[in-house]
């Protein structure tokens, strides 16, 4: 029996008759590029994603560190308010001190007052 390949006539110029083993190796490296070509195609889709995922995450690190510094904003407000409370509770401080001072002055004062009297009369 006569193999495919050589019974077949070319036609035309076009047509060309070559070796099944050279078809065979002509397959497997169209096939090693289309598998190639497959593996590139999913590495630039993978590529973008995680582009986008960074971006996202670049996003929310803009986001997060924003409210880091409006916390820190915050905290330096509520610390000046304390300062401020602070120094309000050490004036009451020095103004009760002083009122007990005079008090205390002036009970003595009134004693002394009593006492001179009882000496006078």
């Known amino acids: ?9 070319p036609s035309s110029d076009t047509i060309r008759c070559v070796p099944v083993s050279t ?6 490296i169209k096939a090693q590029n289309d598998q190639c070509q497959e593996v590139v195609k999913n590495c630039r889709d993978s590529i973008t994603i995680l582009n986008k995922l960074v ?18 904003k915050n905290q330096s407000l509520y610390d000046e308010t ?19 001072t005079r008090t ?18």
């Open 23 to 28: 078809l065979r190796h002509a397959l497997m």
């Open 104 to 121: 205390i002055f002036g009970y003595g004062v009134g004693v002394l007052g009593i006492l001179l009297g009882l000496f006078v009369l």
């Open 55 to 72: 971006l996202t995450q670049d996003t929310l690190i803009d986001i997060k560190t924003q409210k880091i510094v409006l916390f820190e």
């Open 1 to 9: 029996m006569t193999s495919l390949a050589f019974s077949q006539k």
């Open 82 to 100: 304390l300062k401020n409370k602070d120094a309000i509770v050490d004036s009451y401080k020095k103004m009760y001190q002083k009122q007990k």
